[in-house]
């Protein structure tokens, strides 16, 4: 990745992100996708979900699971390091893809 020494992008493998959950099969902390981002695709495994979020309200609530068109925020830990930026701040280097490895569907975006 080329980046300007000003403004070096965070590399890491463990992370917090907003995702829309797009999979008939709902998300569950300790199950394990594919994550593409950029132009990489890596092992990821979800190691916490913190919230769903209640769009009607903007609330944040407890969820032990995201089903079908939930939105939450989950913990996510990566096989590889990862360059990237916050959402707000980059659009590209800012969102990700989860895809289901079993038959591979996009099962969630997140950011």
């Known amino acids: 990745m080329l980046a300007s020494v000003a403004d070096v992008p965070h590399k890491t493998r463990h992370f917090e992100a907003t995702v829309v959950w797009m999979h008939s099969k709902p998300l569950r902390t300790g199950s394990t996708y594919l994550l593409k981002h950029t132009g990489q695709t890596v092992r990821a495994r979800v190691?916490?979900?913190?919230?769903?979020?209640?769009?009607?309200?903007?609330?944040?609530?407890?969820?032990?699971q995201l089903s079908l068109n939930d939105i939450g925020q989950v913990i996510i830990a990566t096989s590889r390091p990862l360059l990237a930026d916050l959402y707000r701040d980059s659009r590209a280097t800012g969102s990700l893809i989860l895809i289901d490895p079993e038959d591979n569907p996009t099962a969630g975006a997140g950011m």
């Open 47 to 64: 190691v916490e979900i913190r919230s769903r979020i209640r769009v009607e309200q903007l609330e944040r609530h407890p969820a032990e």
